[in-house]
């Protein structure tokens, strides 16, 4: 029986996704809510040396489908090992990133099609999605701006602008197509009107009760 609940943040490059990420789990843990933070790729061990290969330039020409599985494998381990078991004991998950992220980069970034994406989610996940995710929108050119004053670009930071502008349609997609649990943020406002978007969108879902 699952007891926590499993939310989840999304959102193209330079959306603010750690700032924003730090807040919720201070907004949940103000509630009084046990939360374990993690990411994906990555989050276990294995999960992590995955992400490596995945992030980094060592494997620049990966195929799409190897990417794409992947991104799966990371997944099947985070959950087995780390996000069931989390739900299970009551704890909340907030996890940085998640399966709208392979539909938005593997499928609209690489385009790979939804369907071949839907087996694999199938397959790993079975029932388990997201109670609820926050997508941080912004125009692709502003993220790019945001991200280039960081840190190196990895494999994904170096792609060509469309892209992302394909990412960003994919994401878009999804939110329109389950308006219940993904919440669109306009991540392109000030932080503290992307929080105050935050706060109330908790507020008048996961934290309603
Ligand atoms: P980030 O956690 O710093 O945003 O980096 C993770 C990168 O991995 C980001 O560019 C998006 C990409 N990614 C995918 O392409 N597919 C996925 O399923 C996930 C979880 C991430």
């Given at each position: 029986?699952?007891k926590?609940?499993?939310i989840?943040?999304?959102?193209?490059?330079?959306?603010g996704?750690?700032s924003?990420l730090?807040y919720i789990?201070?907004?949940?843990?103000?509630?009084?809510?046990?939360?374990?933070?993690?990411?994906?790729?990555?989050?276990t061990?294995?999960g992590?040396d995955i992400r490596?290969?995945?992030?980094?330039?060592k494997?620049?020409g990966m195929?799409?489908?190897t990417?794409?599985?992947m991104m799966f494998?990371?997944?099947a381990?985070h959950?087995?090992?780390?996000?069931?078991?989390a739900?299970e004991?009551g704890?909340?998950?907030?996890?940085?990133?998640?399966?709208?992220?392979?539909y938005a980069?593997q499928g609209?970034g690489?385009?790979?099609?939804f369907?071949?994406?839907?087996?694999?989610?199938n397959?790993v996940?079975g029932?388990?999605?997201p109670d609820?995710?926050?997508?941080?929108?912004?125009?692709?050119?502003?993220?790019l701006?945001?991200?280039?004053?960081?840190?190196e670009p990895d494999?994904?930071?170096?792609?060509?602008?469309?892209f992302?502008?394909?990412v960003?349609?994919?994401?878009?997609?999804?939110a329109?197509n389950?308006p219940e649990?993904v919440?669109?943020?306009?991540?392109?406002?000030?932080l503290?009107?992307v929080?105050?978007q935050?706060?109330s969108?908790?507020?008048?879902?996961m934290?309603?009760?």
């Open positions: 029986m699952r926590g609940k499993f989840t943040v999304e959102g193209g490059e330079g959306a996704k750690s924003n730090t789990q201070s907004r949940l843990e103000e509630a009084g809510i046990e939360v374990l933070f993690t990411r994906e790729p990555g989050g061990d294995l992590e490596e290969l995945l992030l980094g330039h494997h620049t195929a799409d489908d990417e794409l599985l494998a990371s997944r381990e959950l087995n090992r780390k996000i069931i078991p739900l004991a704890i909340w998950v907030l996890c940085d990133r998640f399966t709208d992220a392979t980069y609209g690489r385009n790979i099609s369907d071949r994406i839907a087996m694999l989610e397959w996940q029932k388990l999605r609820m995710t926050l997508l941080l929108d912004l125009p692709v050119e502003t993220g701006e945001r991200a280039r004053n960081r840190s494999r994904f930071e170096s792609e060509k602008i469309d992302f502008d394909r960003r349609a994919a994401y878009l997609k999804i329109g389950d649990r919440k669109v943020i306009n991540a392109s406002k000030p503290d009107e929080q105050a935050i706060q969108t908790l507020e008048s879902t934290l309603k009760d």
